[in-house]
Every structure is written in structure tokens, then in C-alpha cells.
């Protein structure tokens, strides 16, 4: 097996820093005024009941919502291992970290987008930095800065580094001790539930104001800081891995393994491991807020907790293990709709259809790619470990064969381009094909009549 350390950096332990970023602060409160938020998040009601609803702000953010800020790119040499695809979205995010002011983050994200999307993106964060202040911060300042404070004596006062280095050696990937792991935070009031997300070497999550859980808090950081150890593995490892799977008999293989693993192992290993050894007892509630994950990552935490124990890294028959118990579990979740739309790749020409399979099945944890029906991007949609949606409403016939030229699965197809349709099948591959050919019905009637085979 590959193997790959971490630079400790003359033996130097990681050093995890607590901040609040104002910047990014008020671009996550534009973010859930938009169009793509759900409606009842708390900023929105807060805003909804203020002063400053009204046609200004309202203007600024349909402004915001016409903006494209969040382009996609691709590590080449790691297609097909499951490494997540960079994103613009998450730069520009760590940038605003970085910065002090809207000027300095618009210096530095020069070229990170066109210009003039950039300049009309600083200018509405600049105009919305007011908004957020007197709506959301000044309210909250006291508590959120009591939260920081508490959150800072535990982390100082709790052996952190020990955590990391369970999931760097279970892992086996690499990160540079110099390098510190920052976790950010903001006030979120009005609200007990909260989401967090990850990248590069910054976790950041919405604190609601009436917390004081501080120990969930920390496993929900350290289950994002995983997937970034996951993420990291290095490429000799990651092509052993999706060997491993490929090798692998079970038809289960690719949905077990995919965003199934990534979320369990993480969830398995922080909101298991991690959380029972901050609290000192293993949670007996749920773990995550997806079902499949937290069954998943129950079944597996006692042979997790057996690698943790005898500092095993993950390997072949981990992996070999992992994909029996699923199958000895949980192989009826290949019929289930909610399950396999949970990592998706999305092909179609109509931005709308979007919105709709995302009301439809909202949890998704792999990035849709969204772009139109051409012969390059199904080419790429079939090479990607994840179930594949296309929906076609124009210039059908001439879509249905390009698809048919690219699966051979499809060779004996015979589809009616003149009617509606939904049709699934499993590819060789062991993921869904899924195409939904609109005539007269709606995208949303399609999508209601669908039914795996």
C-alpha cells in the first residue's frame, strides 16, 4: 500500500485556532436571504420583520442571486477516485476569512472570477455589512463572544492533536503540522440546529445562541475536518481504493462506498469516536440527520473503533467489510430513491430542473454538474462513480442517441422520443442511469412517476 505521513514540522503539534470573520460572516447571511435557501431560515425571518426589507435590499439581493460565483474545476489526474472538484465558491470563501475588509478580500481574489461579477459581489457585501450588524451581530454581540471564549478554554484545555492523529493514521493521508486547522464560527440566532461545512484547512458552522453544547459542537468540526483527511489521501491510495471497490463482487459496491463511506466513516470515527471521548460516553441519540448515515456509521463504528485500537489504516479488508455489512444490512436501500439521489451528477438544459430534484431530494452531498446535453459532458457524466440524471425536453431523439451511443447497457433500447417517459437502469458500473424524457408532462410529473429497476 501507498504510504503517506504527515510532516510534523520539527515534532510540532497542530495548532486549531477559533475565530469569527465578519466578511464571510455576512456573505453566509446573503447567502440564506437568496432564492436558493430554504425559506424559513432564521436570517430570512429576521430580515423579512426589519426595516430593511424593502426594494434597496430586496434589489441587492436578486442582484446577488443573478451573480455566477460558484464555477467547478477538476483535479484530472484524480477523476474517478472520488476526490472532491474545487470550487470558486469555497476560494472566495477563504479569502473572505483572510481579510480584513471587502477591499482587501477584492484585491485578493482577483481572477478567481470575472472581474465584473467579482466588483458586484464586494459591492453587495459592502452594502449588506450594515444589514447584518444591526440585524444579526450587535444583538447577539455578548453571548457569541462568550461562546468563542468558552469554545477557546476547551479546545486549550482538551488534547486535540491526539483527535487529528486517530483520523490521520485511520486515513493514512498527510497534512503538515505548521499548517494550523481554523474553525470559524458565527451567530445563529433563533434557531437549535445548525449545519457546518469544510475546506481546505478551515471548518466553519453557524453557532445558535442558546448553545452550550460545546463538545457536539467540536465532533460536528472534527467530522468535517475528516472529510478533509479523506479528501487528502494521497492519489497513489486513493486508486488502490476505488480498486478495491471496483474488485469487489458485491452489486452494492459503488452505492456503499461512495458518499455512503465518506459520511459514515467520518460520522463513525467524530460523532462517535471523537464525541465519546469528549463527553465520556458514546451517544446514544442519532449521530447525523441523514438515516442512512447514521445507521451506516453505527454498524461500522465496532470495526472502526478495532483499526483506531490497533492503529491499522484503512485497507482492502476494511473496505471488504465495510461493503458486507451493508449488504448484510442495508441492500434494500439500492430501491430507494432518497438513498441512491444522494450523491447525483445532473445533466440537463433547463436550469429549473435543478430546483426541482433538489425540492425533491434535498440531501445531496456531491456536486451537481450543470451543464447542457452535449456529447463531451455525457462522456463525462459516464465516468463519474454516481448516480446519473438526464432530462431531456428538447431535441429529444437526437439526445436519446447520444445517450444510447455512450452506455452500451443501452444498445438493445428502444425508446419513443415522442413521449413521456422515465426510465432507469443499473449500469455495469453498479450506478443508476436515470432519463427523463418530458414531451407533455412536467419535470415535477416525471419525476413523481419514477421507480428503480
Not at 255 to 267: H, Q
Request: proline content about 4%.
Amino acid at each position: 500500500m501507498a504510504q503517506t505521513r504527515s510532516s510534523p514540522a520539527l515534532g510540532q503539534e497542530l495548532n486549531f485556532r477559533v475565530k469569527f470573520s465578519e466578511p464571510l460572516a455576512v456573505l453566509n447571511f446573503l447567502h440564506n436571504l437568496s432564492s436558493n435557501a430554504p425559506p424559513a431560515n432564521p436570517f430570512r425571518q429576521l430580515f423579512n420583520s426589519s426595516r430593511f426589507n424593502q426594494q434597496k435590499y430586496q434589489m441587492l439581493i436578486a442582484e446577488f442571486d443573478s451573480l455566477t460565483i460558484d464555477y467547478t474545476y477538476e483535479y484530472t489526474e484524480y477523476m474517478g477516485t472520488g476526490k472532491q472538484a474545487g470550487s470558486t465558491w469555497l476560494l472566495l470563501k477563504k479569502n473572505l476569512i483572510n481579510s480584513q475588509t471587502i477591499n482587501d478580500f477584492k484585491i485578493s481574489s482577483l481572477s478567481i472570477i470575472p472581474n465584473e461579477n467579482l466588483f458586484k459581489l464586494a459591492s453587495i457585501l459592502t452594502e449588506l455589512t450594515p444589514v447584518y450588524q444591526e440585524l444579526v451581530y450587535q444583538p447577539n454581540r455578548e453571548k457569541f463572544e462568550q461562546q468563542l471564549s468558552e469554545l477557546k478554554n476547551l479546545i486549550a484545555s482538551t488534547n486535540m492533536p491526539s483527535y487529528f492523529n486517530v483520523g490521520l493514521k485511520f486515513y493514512n493521508s498527510s497534512w503538515d503540522n505548521s499548517v494550523p486547522f481554523n474553525f470559524i464560527f458565527y451567530p445563529l440566532p433563533n434557531s437549535r440546529g445548525f449545519t457546518a461545512t469544510v475546506y481546505a484547512n478551515y471548518a466553519e458552522s453557524a453557532i445558535p445562541t442558546t448553545l452550550t453544547d460545546y463538545n457536539g459542537l467540536l465532533s460536528v468540526m472534527f467530522h468535517e475536518l475528516f472529510h478533509i483527511l479523506h479528501d487528502e489521501q494521497s492519489l497513489a491510495l486513493k486508486k488502490e481504493i476505488a480498486q478495491w471497490i471496483k474488485s469487489n463482487p458485491s452489486k452494492s459496491a459503488r452505492y456503499a462506498s461512495g458518499v455512503l463511506l465518506d459520511e459514515s466513516l467520518a460520522t463513525a470515527l467524530a460523532n462517535g469516536y471523537v464525541s465519546g471521548k469528549l463527553k465520556g460516553h458514546l451517544n446514544e441519540g442519532n449521530w447525523y440527520n441523514s438515516k442512512y448515515i447514521n445507521l451506516m456509521a453505527k454498524k461500522i463504528y465496532p470495526l472502526v473503533t478495532d483499526y483506531i485500537e490497533k492503529q491499522r489504516p484503512l485497507d482492502k479488508a476494511f473496505i471488504d467489510n465495510y461493503i458486507k455489512i451493508f449488504d448484510d444490512n442495508f441492500s434494500g436501500w439500492l430501491l430507494d430513491l432518497d438513498f441512491i439521489m444522494s450523491g447525483r451528477y445532473v445533466l440537463t438544459d433547463n436550469a429549473e430542473d435543478f430546483k426541482i430534484i433538489n425540492r425533491k431530494f434535498p440531501y445531496l452531498s456531491m456536486v451537481e454538474q450543470k451543464e447542457g446535453i452535449t456529447e463531451s459532458s455525457i462522456e463525462k457524466m459516464a465516468n463519474t462513480p454516481s448516480t446519473k440524471v438526464v432530462f431531456i425536453a428538447t431535441d429529444n431523439k437526437r439526445k436519446l442517441e447520444l445517450l444510447k451511443k455512450a452506455f452500451t447497457e443501452l444498445k438493445d433500447w428502444k425508446p419513443n422520443a415522442k413521449t413521456d417517459f422515465a426510465y432507469s437502469v443499473l449500469l455495469n458500473g453498479r450506478t443508476y442511469l436515470i432519463v427523463i424524457n418530458s414531451v407533455k408532462k412536467t419535470t415535477t410529473e416525471q419525476i413523481e412517476t419514477l421507480k428503480l429497476k
